[in-house]
Antibody, heavy 122, light 107 residues
Framework: EVQLLESGGGLVQPGGSLRLSCAASGFTFTSYAMSWVRQAPGKGLEWVSVISGSGDTTKYADSVKGRFTISRDNSKNTLYLQMNSLRVEDTAVYYC???????????????WGQGTMVTVSS | EIVLTQSPATLSLSPGERATLSCRAS??????LAWYQQKPGQAPRLLIYDASNRATGIPARFSGSGSGTDFTLTISSLEPEDFAVYYC?????????FGQGTKVEIK
């Protein structure tokens, strides 16, 4: 079964850091770009970042550029999101999502994790 | 940034009725548009990709159409499990963007 399982969310103070993880199973992890998508409480979806299957290319939304870093460990089938200098407005459920096509680039997201909640508050 | 505007914000319909949801892009995204369904407390589910292609396992009552700036998601006959929020998403430009969502609620 194709599955994504996020972890690492929690409560952090403004200016703090957090690292999210997403463990993948049931598909050839290296063949697919992976993204992070977030959803603030009661709001819509916001794409955050994508990383290529090999891990050598990344892109970010302007709202997180310079503060968040996406990475992956293909030997462990795991995706990461390092979040630094967190702001109140980063409060959201963070989903990892698999690209629908192999060798695609955040085209459409066919598999999603269950999400992990990040709360930034003093 | 491409802005996707979904209408209406809320659609109140009864089971068995036809639902027509609209997504308009601020500039042409060709046919590079996807649709997702999200139920409360759940992750989104991919319904349609590249404007008109149903994703694996999606019932035939869901269909997508359009190109350029105007897109439509149609649910031919609403089932009880279809009442949810629907989002469109474009992949023609960076950053990838989503619409603000249309809630389909039971009338």
């Amino acid at each position: 079964e194709v599955q994504l399982l996020e972890s690492g969310g929690g409560l952090v103070q403004p200016g703090g850091s957090l690292r999210l993880s997403c463990a993948a199973s049931g598909f050839t992890f290296t063949s697919y770009a992976m993204s992070w998508v977030r959803q603030a409480p009661g709001k819509g979806l916001e794409w955050v970042s994508v990383i290529s299957g090999s891990g050598d290319t990344t892109k970010y939304a302007d709202s997180v550029k310079g503060r968040f870093t996406i990475s992956r460990d293909n030997s462990k089938n795991t995706l990461y999101l390092q979040m630094n200098s967190l702001r109140v407005e980063d409060t959201a459920v963070y989903y990892c999502a698999k690209d629908h096509y192999s060798s695609a680039w955040a085209y459409a997201f066919d598999i999603w994790g269950q999400g992990t909640m990040v709360t930034v508050s003093s | 940034e491409i802005v996707l505007t979904q209408s209406p914000a809320t659609l109140s319909l009864s089971p068995g009725e036809r639902a027509t949801l609209s997504c308009r892009a601020s500039q042409s995204v060709s046919s590079y548009l996807a649709w997702y369904q999200q139920k409360p407390g759940q992750a989104p589910r991919l319904l349609i990709y590249d404007a008109s292609n149903r994703a694996t396992g999606i019932p035939a009552r869901f269909s997508g159409s359009g190109s350029g700036t105007d897109f439509t998601l149609t649910i031919s006959s609403l089932e009880p499990e279809d009442f949810a929020v629907y989002y469109c998403q474009q992949r023609n430009y960076w950053p990838r963007t989503f619409g603000q969502g249309t809630k389909v609620e039971i009338k």
